[in-house]
């Protein structure tokens, strides 16, 4: 399998696999079927190994005897230094000087970690992340903040192997809940605005929201009275009555012009704005359709439109009086995305409150005929509670997203003030803003989609343990490493250059113990696009941190015994801080060189 001079890691891999190949075929007759290379669990045992379990049934020997048999009959070569058969398992070590050249020169290249190979196949393919998504009648909470550091870290896991990503928002900005802030302002308001208020566009809004259920509840009749008048409200919106468009209008931008502040902060970015208002129609004309002409939606008595499911499940489509429902847009919205874009796949990232939607969605979908509905995917995610502490204001009451940003950057502050009180106050606040943002995604991060989460800032600020800050940190360490030896004129090495460096002289375990998790590092960005889970990559850019943490306490770079030394453990950091500021870019987290 080796066909050219170069050897790259995937290469050598290439190799311990042909040599197993051929000896199997002669041994038994026959090359195995599917295999893999994986890493035996202490770097000591080997570099990679070989399961035989999967061999037993197709060889007909037990895998203990086959792992020995191979053994024996694989010859050691210049890449090859020792194979070992323990129990069911083949053990490689592999010319240690020649992997460590190999792994580092590939993260070198890029100067970002090796690469999977960008699969033909998906180059130019597109694919679109629809993420956030929010409601234009209050602001953002923490859920919003777990899907947009989701729906970002999913998008940038996807363009890290080649896919275009669309970020795509879908505003809901047209329906009952919108009618009853505008309705509130316009009977209460006296013309307010949020700049006259000095309140930010989505609380403002918000706070009309609030006043419209405060007055339905106090009595019977001012509810109906005012669900009345928002519902006579939603069908002059539908009827595009142009006052009720210019409440409507002016109210959406100040919201608008708040929700852009917190996608600032939280570094989120979208390359297309989808709203409902403009989508609803399209939806509304699919269910026609899908009742008159296909025959496959049904009328009720009262006039609605409904789909009906199996288990006599009855999703309604349109109210009797016309107007459309949440799932109507949906229906507009998917068939207006594929109409205007070549999609490889559609991901609806959304709470798992929605889960029953999305099925029926994609169900009424699949009805109608649609040839993409196989592209659709809900990657649904846990809620997120915050335990009862100095951020939860309110009882009861969900958390809003720039309260909870303003208090972990407060937190962060803090913690930066402890330790370099002679910072300037600027400098302060820009590495909090860092720090405490990272903190939050790391934390959300690192635990898969679909699992709760109860935020702690505490624990997801502290500098020690399974958390943005700690990873950052190693980060920082690396890279200070580096910039040490930049400045210092007097002993430069030229860190970029490998040819020169001598990897034989690194021998110590905690140096195997980088290497091996350098090696693992574009397996495991695969591993996170292939299961949609962010959490892959969080858990091991955690173990790199920790794993150079380890080496840095043990192996002294700058003061290494000589210089072969030195050379060799500066390349090996150097490695290690492109690959964790790659991870935590992958994340969505900043880096930071100072901390
Ligand atoms: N705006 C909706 C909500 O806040 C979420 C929209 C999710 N996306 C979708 N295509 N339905 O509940």
Not at 69 to 88: R, T, W, Y
Not at 112 to 135: A, F
Not at 400 to 424: F, S, T, V, W
Not at 527 to 545: L, R, T, Y
């Amino acid at each position: 399998m080796i066909r050219k001079k170069m050897m790259t890691t995937e290469n050598i891999k290439n190799l311990i696999l042909s040599r197993v190949e051929e000896a199997a075929l002669k041994l038994f007759g026959q090359k195995p079927k599917i295999f893999d290379l994986t890493y035996p669990p202490d770097v000591n045992l080997g570099d990679f190994t070989i399961e035989c379990f999967s061999f037993a049934k197709e060889f007909k020997k037990s895998p203990e005897e086959i792992a020995k048999n191979l053994a024996e009959a694989i010859k050691l070569d210049k890449v090859i230094k020792e194979i070992q058969a323990v129990g069911p398992y083949l053990n490689f070590k592999v010319d240690k000087a020649l992997l460590f050249k190999e792994v580092l020169e590939e993260i070198f290249k890029k100067e970002k970690p090796r690469s999977i190979p960008l699969k033909r196949e998906l180059r130019g393919r597109q694919i679109m992340v629809e993420y956030l998504s929010p409601n234009t009648n209050k602001p953002l909470h923490l859920g919003h903040i777990r899907n947009g550091v989701l729906g970002m870290a999913i998008s940038r896991l996807m363009e890290s192997i080649g896919y275009k990503v669309i970020k795509a928002n879908l505003i809901n900005d047209r329906g009952i809940h919108i009618c009853q802030s505008m309705l509130a302002w316009q009977k209460w308001g006296n013309g307010e605005t949020p700049e006259l208020a000095g309140i930010k566009g989505d609380y403002f809004v918000g706070q009309w929201y609030v006043k419209y259920h405060q007055e339905a509840n106090k009595s019977l009749e001012a509810k109906e009275q005012l669900e009345k008048e928002a519902q006579e409200m939603l069908q002059k919106w539908e009827a595009v009555d142009s006052e009720t468009i210019k409440l409507w209008k002016m109210m959406n931008e100040w919201v608008y012009r708040g929700f852009e502040k917190t996608y600032k902060e939280l570094g989120l970015e979208f390359d297309v704005f989808n709203h409902e208002s403009e989508t609803y129609k399209s939806g509304k004309e699919i269910v026609e359709t899908g009742l008159l002409k296909k025959g496959i939606f049904k009328k009720t008595d009262d006039g609605a439109i409904i789909a009906e499911l199996e288990n006599e499940q009855k999703i309604t489509l349109l109210r009797a009086d016309g107007t459309s429902v949440y799932i109507t847009q949906d229906l507009g919205t998917a068939k207006l995305r594929f109409d205007n874009y070549h999609l490889d796949k559609l991901i609806y990232v959304v709470g798992v409150e929605q889960d029953f939607h999305f099925k029926n969605l994609f169900k009424i979908l699949k009805m109608l005929g649609f040839k993409w509905v196989d592209k659709l995917r809900h990657l649904s995610y846990g809620m997120v509670n915050l335990p009862e502490g100095k951020m939860k204001s309110r009882e009861g009451k969900v958390i809003d997203a720039d309260d909870l940003i303003g208090g972990m950057k407060e937190l962060a502050a803090e913690e930066i003030r402890k330790r370099h009180p002679e910072l300037a106050p600027e400098e302060i606040i820009k590495r909090a803003k860092k720090i405490g943002v990272g903190a939050i995604k790391f934390y959300l991060l690192r635990v898969k989609p679909n699992q709760e989460i109860n935020f702690n800032p505490e624990e997801s600020i502290s500098f020690d343990g399974f958390t943005g800050p700690y990873v950052q940190y190693a980060f920082a360490r690396a890279s200070g490493i580096i910039k040490k030896i930049q400045e210092n004129n007097l002993r430069t090495y030229d860190v970029l250059r490998l040819e020169n460096v001598d990897f034989s002289v690194l021998k110590d375990e905690k140096e195997m113990i980088l290497l091996r998790c350098l090696i693992q590092f574009p397996e495991k960005i695969k591993s996170a696009v292939d299961e949609f889970n962010p959490s892959v990559v969080a858990e091991h850019i955690f173990e790199i941190a920790k794993a150079f943490n380890n080496f840095y306490v043990f192996c002294p770079v700058l003061a290494a015994e000589n210089e072969k030394l030195i050379k060799a453990r500066l390349a090996l950091v150097r490695a290690v801080a492109i690959v964790l500021k790659k991870g935590l870019n992958l994340l969505g987290i900043e880096d930071l060189e100072e901390m």
